[in-house]
């Protein structure tokens, strides 16, 4: 890990610590753009599903005008640590930014993963599927 990755983790457990003190708000994620800012945010949980931190995080970096995210990582409150996106936030990172890297693991051995390592085999849009190239020759069917 490079010491800039350190860093976003020092700054997401900073968010926790500060901002994580309800049963609303129990992650903090921190997201660090290609230029090098940081942009932090929290969950707000709501029974209907309220947005992951990370969304949150993503979410400020685009209200001041960032398309290019290069890394991020989530972290619980109360010392939990860092702590892996979910499956709905695997999928809006790799969606959105298809060459992030996210820092995970246990306190004692962080690591960063490109998000398409977090979710293999990826669902696709159908906008997506739309540009993708035809295959001439598709596969032929064996067996019944």
Aim: net charge negative; with cysteine; glycine share 10%.
């Amino acid at each position: 890990m490079r010491e800039t990755d350190r860093a976003l983790v020092q700054a997401a457990t900073a968010v926790a610590k500060l901002r994580c003190r309800s049963e609303n708000h129990t992650v903090a994620a921190a997201v660090r753009s290609a230029d090098g800012r940081v942009f932090s945010g929290v969950n707000v949980y709501h029974f209907t599903g309220g947005p992951c931190a990370e969304v949150v995080a993503i979410g400020a970096a685009a209200t001041q005008g960032v398309t290019e995210l290069e890394t991020i990582v989530a972290v619980g409150d109360r010392g939990r640590g860092v702590i892996p996106p979910c499956g709905r936030c695997r999928q809006v990172l790799r969606d959105y930014f298809p060459d992030l890297r996210v820092i995970v693991g246990p306190p004692d051995a962080l690591r960063v993963v490109p998000v398409g390592e977090l979710l293999p085999d990826t669902y696709v849009w159908a906008d997506h599927q739309l540009d993708a190239p035809v295959d001439p020759a598709p596969a032929q069917r064996t067996g019944d």
